[in-house]
């Protein structure tokens, strides 16, 4: 049977279960079921689910606070990486949000192939959240993609902290 393209829609609870499979594979202390029942029930959130050949294998949680959105959540299958698959949830992300929205998350300074995606689409670091992550103490990288970050500037992020130096 030949593959197909992937295609990309809204994350709906039907997909929960393999989403769960998901992230218990990707992350060390993954999402609940609640977590993402409550992002889902966020009318102001973008949910995306990224299929291969009938098949979940991706999603991408992104939640929006007043003027900023709070990209939260990009997973994909640890079977299916390396296929494009991160990168065109982002994209199909920032066409749906256009350039002037601003976005901000947080990612582990050991995580070098999604913090060059996240550069790769115009986002730099602005400050570090320490100890954010429980399973090990690690910090978090904040990272914001803005107009401003877009000309390589930090000047219309909020609260920036600067540059981040490598710990």
């Known amino acids: 049977m030949p593959e197909t393209q992937p295609t990309i829609r809204r994350l709906v609870y ?19 079921l609640a977590m993402f029942v409550l992002e889902l029930s966020k009318p102001a959130g973008v949910c995306l689910a990224l299929e291969e050949d009938g098949v979940l294998a991706g999603y991408l949680v992104c939640s929006r606070y007043e003027e900023v959105w709070h990209l939260m959540n990009v997973s994909v299958d640890p079977a299916r990486r390396r296929r494009g698959h991160a990168v065109a949830m982002i994209e199909e992300l920032l066409g749906r949000l256009g350039d002037d929205a601003q976005l901000t998350l947080e990612v582990r300074p050991s995580n070098d192939g999604a913090i060059a995606l996240y550069e790769r689409y115009g986002f730099l670091a602005a400050g570090r959240r320490r100890s954010y992550y429980h399973d090990n103490g690690e910090d978090a990288i904040i990272m914001w993609r803005t107009p401003g970050t877009l000309r390589g500037t930090l000047d219309d992020v909020p609260a920036a902290a600067g540059p981040v130096v490598p710990s």
């Not at 039907?14 to 609940?32: A, M, Y």
């Open 14 to 32: 039907g997909d929960l279960p393999d989403v769960i499979g998901i992230e218990r594979q990707c992350f060390p202390t993954p999402w609940s």
